[in-house]
């Protein structure tokens, strides 16, 4: 757009000229000046038609002079540009103002060219308008520059906008240091590598800025101002000025920036790759460090990438099995060595649908054909929308399902433990009443024996068949005979000896239908139990664990049956107890072991107390761990307790310790009452 | 003869009765009293002299190892018998060590009575009293210092000591193999042997019961320091025992042959016994130059300690007459004889103990006997290498 010369200014040049014409001039001389002057020229009547075109129009238009008055000039304008000419006609004439408008006029060879058009109206006096005078001056080279120089501007605002933008937005630092390094530019993220914002940072010099890394880097300023060559990717580890607690990683470069030939500064190009070398260092423990093993997989099951732990596990190199179907590599087989058909694969579901799985127990196979168990979960690898493969991460559970086994083993050994202890026990509780009553047996055979000779004895004095015995004779003959036979002590002893042996085998029976009651292996299903009576089974098992060490006192409340797994609750009630016995060990007098039971709303207490040695309160959370025991070896596994929770637990119920150093323990069994875990429907 | 004083302990009075009443026909031969705690029969003991005590294992208080300990200490002379119902091996080993016989329970009367009776009896002719004292006191014989370490290393090493080095490490030492066939007399502490050696004994109680014994006799002894004198006399002693031991086998028939090493090694005990003070404490006035303690030959505490501890009865008697003049019947040579056969050979291939005599005809005539003439063995090469044998296992 032009427009932007006053139309006052040439209206004065106009009329001055006018002036002066009609004082020194003939008409003629007139056209021939107006031929001679390098615009295009013409004289136009008030209504528009042209009366006069000098010899520059009809030269650059291409028309004849002859035919001035035919001319439709506005034939002659850019077609783009015609309305506007028009327009500004009709406003000249309608206002009888000079006029001066800008648009591209048709030369004679067809191209448009721009011109600045002008027309004056030309008055008698004051009278009206007479003609209008118009010039056209070739303003096309003008345009031109004009144009080039606004594309140019436009480039460069652009250049630097998007400079602008660049600096703020990329996640780069920009910058720019002088000769003395002041900081002369610097954008926000290279200004955050200092201290204070880039505006605050202007001027001042790196040893202010970067007080921290300058002593680092300033080699490398000078290094690039005297040898006018670029350093690139220097690699800088730093906590940065404005996250000091935070180590940041930078890769900056450096560049000389010259001028004329002239090196007047340092110029930086600073990339923070602190996420970068954070996920590089992830990556790197990923595969290098991590005890699992990892691997990842393409969309058609072939191997991308291989961890350490999972080359060292399979036995293969990640270079061997690289772009390899992994199924067919390491998962074709069972543990067993039954084929595993790839259909049936887990991570078949993970590729085709999308989904993670999780594998407690496949097995894999190395590199030298053994095979070994493996638990492992997969995740889609996603990759834009679309699932390209799969990440799998594995662990080798053989030493697990060792340790599981020993586990297994333990808890059978603590059963055997008991039953073993237990047994030696039971061993001594029958081998006691089958001494005494053999030794009775023993003495009543003897008994039996001299009785029946007194007997005899007596049958003989009796016998009248025997003839005529004189009766002092008879009573002198019984007399001895009773005499030795001790009649007085056998009198008193053959009634309590028999009475002592009937109560040994009593004790036997007893003992041997506790047994047959406590006995593990028709009780391992659940039924209605009276609980009590279980306790006092155990005691009588139990009773020679207990009784040199502890009197026991039973203080039983009315229970209802409960729904539970007798053989495990024995032997639970047995663990317990022997702990109790043991617990008395080191004590001088003898202890006190009370038991006691009682219904606590919907559920069943059972409480065993000793008065023992107490449990440190430091080990009360350690009691209950597999395999912790404070007994010397071989008085016991560890398992007892342990095995106490797993029972209690798997009967909805809880075991609990109270206990004092010096002064006892207690544990209280609950169990409820229905059956059913307490909470649960 | 007076009655033998037989004092029975249990804490189970039934027991006690049914013992007096089974056992009312030896009331003539007997002397009984019961006490139903460790306490009451030490008190029992301390009123009136007593010659066995009958004691349970497991009681409430004082237990049987503790109450037989005291007996041993307070009263040496009284023959200390373990009858009870305990059946784990492990447990018995401090009363093991303590007692001198062990009965299970039950055990039949016959067996009760046989036991007493023979304890009721001491060996000794002349010294009875004396020997049965001094043999009494000892519940365990130490180990010779150089022993001590492969001992321990046997203990230290379980559970995976080889059964064959505990055989090796127990059957040339005095005392353990002493202790094992003591306890493998008995059914108490397991499976019996059926021979009387230790290999059989080791093999048949097992080897944590072994480990168990000789950890226990081990701590009975470690703190006790060894006179220089005394170490060098046992340890040449030993090396006799031990080489008369090798000898002895090739001597006797395969049917003794476990006898008579056993009585081969076994044939200086009672020296052990006074010379390391393995009773009370050393015997006052026993030294390495004198066969005597307290006025008693050591022959006749060796032979009443066997005797005590229920040893095989060839092996006590092959002890008991290791000195004394043989003359074996053509048909066989005996157990005894065989012994001191090697004796005197192995004394003269070690140049001989002057003091002792040189029994040359006697020996001469032993090894003239058929049976050591049956096959052509050179005697006294088969004695040289006996003593290089058993130099070598003294250095090992």
Redesign the interface.
């Known amino acids: 757009m032009s427009g932007s010369r006053a139309p006052q200014a040439a209206q004065r040049e106009v009329d001055y000229s006018a002036a002066s014409c009609q004082l020194l001039l003939s008409e003629d001389d007139l056209y021939l000046v107006a031929d001679s002057i390098p615009h295009l020229m013409w004289v136009a009547a008030p209504d528009g038609s042209i009366e006069y075109v000098n010899r520059r129009g009809t030269e650059y238009t291409g028309l004849r002079r002859e035919s001035h008055y035919d001319w439709d000039w506005l034939s002659l304008v850019h077609p783009d540009d015609v309305d506007y000419a028009r327009e500004g006609w009709a406003e000249a004439t309608r206002t009888e103002t000079p006029y001066e408008r800008d648009y591209r006029l048709r030369r004679a060879d067809g191209e448009y060219r721009w011109h600045c058009f002008r027309s004056l109206p030309v008055r008698r006096g004051d009278g009206p308008i007479v003609s209008w005078i118009g010039t056209a001056t070739d303003i096309e080279d003008q345009k031109a520059l004009e144009e080039s120089l606004r594309r140019s501007e436009r480039q460069t605002a652009e250049t630097l906008t998007l400079l602008e933008t660049l600096q703020s937005a990329a996640p780069i630092g920009f910058g720019f240091v002088d000769r003395e390094f002041r900081v002369v530019r610097s954008n926000e993220i290279l200004a955050s590598i200092g201290t204070g914002s880039p505006a605050e940072q202007l001027g001042r010099p790196l040893a202010e800025v970067i007080p921290e890394l300058w002593p680092r880097v300033e080699s490398t300023y000078r290094r690039v101002l005297d040898t006018g060559e670029a350093v690139r990717n220097l690699h800088i580890t730093a906590p940065s000025g404005r996250d000091p607690d935070r180590v940041h990683s930078w890769l900056g470069s450096y560049y000389p920036v010259r001028l004329d030939g002239e090196i007047i500064g340092v110029g930086l190009v600073v990339v923070d790759i602190t996420e970068r070398t954070a996920a590089e260092e992830f990556r790197s423990v990923v595969m290098e460090n991590m005890a699992e093993g990892l691997y990842t997989i393409d969309d058609e099951g072939r191997l991308t990438s291989l961890n350490r732990a999972a080359s060292k596990m399979l036995g293969w190199e990640e270079s061997e099995l690289e772009g390899r179907d992994m199924h067919a590599a390491v998962h074709f087989q069972r543990f067993d060595g039954t084929p595993m058909p790839s259909n049936e694969c887990g991570l078949l579901k993970v590729r085709a649908e999308g989904r993670p799985v999780s594998v407690a127990a496949e097995a894999f196979t190395r590199k030298d054909g053994s095979v070994f168990p493996v638990s492992y979960s997969a995740a889609p690898l996603r990759i834009g929308s679309t699932f390209r493969g799969a990440v799998i991460v594995f662990r080798d559970i053989t030493d697990q399902r060792k340790r599981q086994q020993r586990e297994l083993e333990a808890r059978h050994d603590q059963k055997l433990e008991s039953l073993g202890r237990l047994s030696a026990g039971i061993a001594h509780e029958i081998n006691t009443p089958i001494q005494f009553v053999g030794d009775n047996t023993r003495f009543l055979a003897t008994a039996y024996q001299e009785m029946l000779e007194l007997l005899l004895v007596y049958r003989e004095c009796m016998d009248l068949s025997a003839g005529e015995i004189a009766w002092d004779e008879r009573i002198g003959r019984v007399t001895k005979a009773e005499q030795k036979a001790d009649i007085d002590y056998l009198a008193s002893e053959v009634p309590v000896a028999v009475e002592q042996s009937l109560e040994g085998i009593e004790r036997v029976a007893s003992l041997v239908r506790a047994m047959k009651s406590f006995s593990y292996k028709d009780s391992n299903d659940r039924s209605y139990v009276d609980l009590n009576e279980a306790i006092r089974t155990t005691l009588t098992v139990a009773r020679n664990e207990v009784k040199y060490v502890a009197d026991v006192t039973l203080d039983l409340g009315e229970l209802p049956e409960v729904p539970c797994t007798l053989g495990d609750l024995n032997q639970v009630f047995l663990n317990l107890l022997v702990n109790a016995a043991d617990a008395m060990q080191d004590k001088d007098e003898r202890g006190e072991i009370r038991i006691s039971t009682r219904v606590e709303g919907p559920m069943v207490a059972i409480s065993i107390a000793d008065n023992g040695c107490g449990i440190p309160e430091h080990l009360n959370h350690l009691i209950f761990e597999p395999f912790f025991t404070t007994k010397e070896v071989g008085k016991g596994t560890g398992q007892g307790l342990a095995l106490a929770r797993t029972v209690l637990e798997k009967h909805g119920g809880t075991i609990e310790v109270n206990s004092r150093t010096g002064e006892g323990s207690e544990f209280v069994l609950r169990l409820p009452v229905d059956g059913k875990r307490p909470g649960s429907a | 003869m007076t009655r033998a004083r037989v004092l029975f302990v249990d804490d ?1 009075p ?2 006690l ?3 007096r ?5 030896r009331r003539g031969e007997w002397e009984m009293s019961f006490a139903t705690s460790g306490g009451s029969a030490l008190e029992l003991l301390g009123e009136s002299p007593h010659d066995v005590v009958v004691s349970d294992m ?3 208080g004082m ?1 049987g190892a503790e109450l037989l300990t005291h007996v041993s200490n307070r009263h040496p002379e009284v023959a200390r018998v373990v009858l ?5 091996p ?2 018995a080993i401090k009363v093991a060590i303590a007692g001198h016989r062990f009965l ?6 016959e067996s009760v009575v046989g036991v007493i009776d023979q304890l009721a009896m001491t060996t000794s002719r002349t010294h009875g009293a004396e020997a049965r004292r001094i043999a009494g006191a000892v519940r365990s014989l130490p180990s010779l210092p150089a022993h001590v370490d492969r001992l321990t290393a046997l203990v230290r090493a379980a559970p995976d000591a080889e059964l064959a080095s505990a055989i090796r490490a127990v059957s040339r030492d005095v005392g353990l193999t002493t202790k094992l066939l003591q306890l493998s007399n008995s059914a108490f502490f397991g499976a019996r042997p059926r021979v009387a050696s230790v290999e059989s004994v080791v093999n048949a109680l097992g080897l944590p019961t072994i480990q168990a014994v000789v950890d226990t006799s081990q701590m009975l002894w470690s703190s006790v320091p060894w006179e220089p004198a005394v170490e060098r006399d046992l340890t040449a002693s030993w090396r006799h025992a031990v080489a008369t031991a090798v000898l002895v086998a090739s001597m006797a028939s395969p049917a003794n042959r476990p006898y008579a090493q056993a009585a081969a090694l076994l044939q200086d005990v009672g020296r052990f016994v006074c010379v390391a003070g393995a009773g009370s404490g050393p015997c006052p006035g026993a030294n390495v130059m004198s066969p005597h303690c307290q006025g008693v030959p050591y022959r006749d505490v060796g032979v009443e300690l066997l005797h005590l501890w229920g040893l095989p009865s060839p092996i006590v008697t092959a002890v008991a007459q290791r000195d004394l003049e043989h003359r074996p019947a053509s048909s066989g040579l005996g157990v005894a004889a065989a012994v001191r056969a090697a004796h005197l050979l192995m004394q003269q291939t070690e140049s001989g103990d002057p003091s002792d005599g040189t029994h040359d005809d006697e020996l001469a005539l032993l090894l003239a006997h058929p049976q050591l003439t049956a096959n052509s063995t050179d005697w006294r090469r088969a004695a040289e290498e006996a003593s290089a044998k058993a130099g070598r296992w003294s250095s090992q």
Do not use: V, W
């Open positions: 189970e039934r027991i009765d049914g013992l009443r089974s056992l009312r026909c497991r009681m409430p237990d009870s119902g305990h059946t784990e492990q447990a299970t329970k039950p055990s039949d009367m």
